[in-house]
């Protein structure tokens, strides 16, 4: 069945540097994938969404590039801030059916 | 902004207890789902439906009984909840199919005592 892996549980970085959170996918239908983030005790909110091959998206200074030959979709941002502090999932949702399925979701912890 | 409520925020039941779980958008949305959220497994997906009348089982439906009675109206039921089921649930609404983001309801923490 689909799924989705995320690798990283948590990932702690200082302010102003880079990150990449990683985001795999399985599917044997036409691919959809999104990045949700969550900051502490909210809901969910989209923060990035593609279906095109090797097309870069962007939103909030967060930017990712669905890789269908690689089954990825990581998320990136050249420079982290104290407000990224959330938690980010990733998720796939295919044109055969209607629900959605996340990944285990990574921590990401901003430090000064 | 898309809206959706869920009630209550907080419940706290014993084992064997009787829940109901409550979300309502006011969106015209066709689709709503219920997730449970526990840490180290991310958002899993319990019950969807695609309007009212209609329920599909989602991927962690063991325990859980869900209706659609309205377009609005989507309700989660634990009949005999075990302490298993202590976690933070959400409900979702998205108004199709394809590449439709899902809007989030805040949450209802249970606990099952």
């Known amino acids: 069945g689909d799924s989705v892996t995320q690798t990283e549980g948590l990932v702690t970085l200082t302010k102003g540097l880079p990150v990449m959170l990683n985001c795999t996918y399985q599917?044997?239908?036409?691919?959809?994938l999104f990045w949700y983030v969550q900051h502490l005790n909210e809901a969910p909110k989209l923060l990035l969404k593609s279906s095109t091959d090797n097309k870069r998206t962007e939103h909030q200074g967060f930017y990712a590039t669905l890789h269908k030959s690689s089954s990825s979709f990581h998320l990136q941002k050249s420079s982290v801030q104290l407000s990224d502090s959330a938690l980010y999932f990733c998720a796939l949702r295919n044109y055969n059916q209607g629900k959605l399925i996340f990944g285990q979701g990574t921590k990401l912890s901003i430090k000064p | 902004e898309a809206a959706v409520t869920q009630s209550p925020r907080n419940k706290v039941t014993v084992t064997g207890g009787n829940v109901t779980l409550s979300c309502r958008q006011t969106?015209?949305?066709?689709?709503m789902y219920w997730y449970r959220q526990d840490t180290g497994h991310g958002l899993r997906l319990i019950h969807y439906?695609?309007?009212?009348?209609?329920?599909q089982i989602g991927d962690v439906p063991d325990g859980y009984k869900a209706t659609r009675t309205t377009q609005e109206d989507f309700f989660l039921l634990l009949e005999l909840a075990s302490p298993s089921q202590t976690s933070l649930y959400f409900c979702a609404s998205s108004a199709t199919i394809s590449n439709e983001r899902l809007f989030f309801g805040h949450g209802t923490k249970l606990s099952v005592l």
């Open positions: 439906s695609y309007g009212a009348g209609n329920l």
């Open positions: 969106n015209s949305h066709n689709y």
């Open positions: 599917t044997t239908y036409s691919p959809f």
